[in-house]
């Protein structure tokens, strides 16, 4: 008699072990069937972020390529400034000779116009405050084509990434 108890016993838990691997079964299916809506969206949301990716990067280097242009145009500028500093300081100490002396010593906020002719010493302070101005912003334009680089550098990485993580799915 406790044979046969044992022997229902058992084929009672069989029972329920093969109920349970149904049940299990059906909810993988149920739940494999809901993760591929989900990795469908997951996939489209990759393909816009690396779309948008690109897009930014493109624009970053055309960016860059305008940026090195007008480096390259500025210091075209500032070479013919420096021409006409030379010209100018050359003119400023045939004509002032004497003077030569008291401009260094002059402070830039001090300084004080009394001719209201445009002479060479004038247009030569003009003309280097004009540089200095050109210099820092060509000094500017390096720093920011230098960032450009940077993060066009990142942005390459992070889609390299983002491709073999995608891939090793």
């Known amino acids: 008699m406790l044979d046969w108890i044992l022997i229902v016993g058992c084929l009672a838990l069989i029972m329920i072990l093969a109920q349970l691997s149904i049940v299990f079964q059906k909810r993988a299916g149920q739940m494999r069937l809901r993760q591929q809506p989900l990795r469908s969206r997951i996939q489209a949301h ?31 500028f500032n070479i013919a400034i420096d021409e006409a500093v030379v010209r100018l300081k050359a003119e400023v100490q045939s004509q002032h000779p004497e003077d030569e ?47 450009i680089k940077r993060n066009i550098q990142r942005l390459q990485g992070q889609m390299l990434r983002g491709e073999s993580k995608s891939e090793g799915e």
Not at 57 to 72: D, H
Not at 128 to 142: C, K, N, V
Request: hydrophobic content about 40%; overall charge negative.
């Open 101 to 147: 002396e008291e401009d260094e010593e002059e402070d830039g906020a001090k300084r004080v116009v009394v001719d209201v002719k445009v002479d060479s010493r004038t247009a030569l302070r003009a003309v280097l405050q004009h540089r200095e101005e050109l210099e820092s912003h060509i000094a500017m334009l390096r720093s920011d084509a230098e960032n």
């Open 46 to 76: 990759r393909e816009k972020i690396r779309n948008s990716a690109q897009t930014v990067l493109k624009a970053a280097e055309v960016a860059l390529e305008e940026i090195e242009f007008s480096i390259q145009s500025l210091s075209g």
